[in-house]
């Protein structure tokens, strides 16, 4: 049975830092992504690692701020997420794609503001 579950989410001020976690389980090692939803506007996509942790990817907006990581062995990963602005609020959801299957969770809410 496959479960997909992030954590870490909150509410903190401009210049704060969060950590999200996910953790996937029921699938073999593959890509693991972090999109996030705020209010009135389209799921994007933020940041992937590889299946290796080799390779990763950041949209224009967080580069330099977010730092995302994984476990070498499981489906586990993080985001680390520094100096986080207004417009970094919304709700951070871990997707992985397997057999064209999308798996989701269910989010986690990141709120910032002062």
């Known amino acids: 049975q496959v479960q997909v579950v992030e954590s870490g989410g909150g509410l903190v001020q401009p210049g704060g830092s969060l950590r999200l976690s996910c953790v996937a389980s029921?699938?073999?090692?593959?890509?693991m992504n972090w999109y996030r939803q705020a209010p009135g506007k389209e799921r994007e996509l933020v940041a992937f690692i590889s299946s290796a942790g080799s390779n990763t990817m950041y949209i224009d907006s967080v580069k330099g701020r977010f730092t995302i990581s994984r476990e070498h062995t499981l489906n586990t990963m993080y985001l680390q997420m520094n100096d986080l602005k207004p417009e970094d609020t919304g709700m951070y959801y871990c997707?992985?794609?397997?057999?064209?299957?999308?798996?989701w969770g269910q989010g986690t809410q990141v709120t910032v503001s002062s």
């Open positions: 029921g699938l073999t090692l593959t890509r």
């Open positions: 997707h992985l794609l397997q057999r064209d299957i999308n798996y």
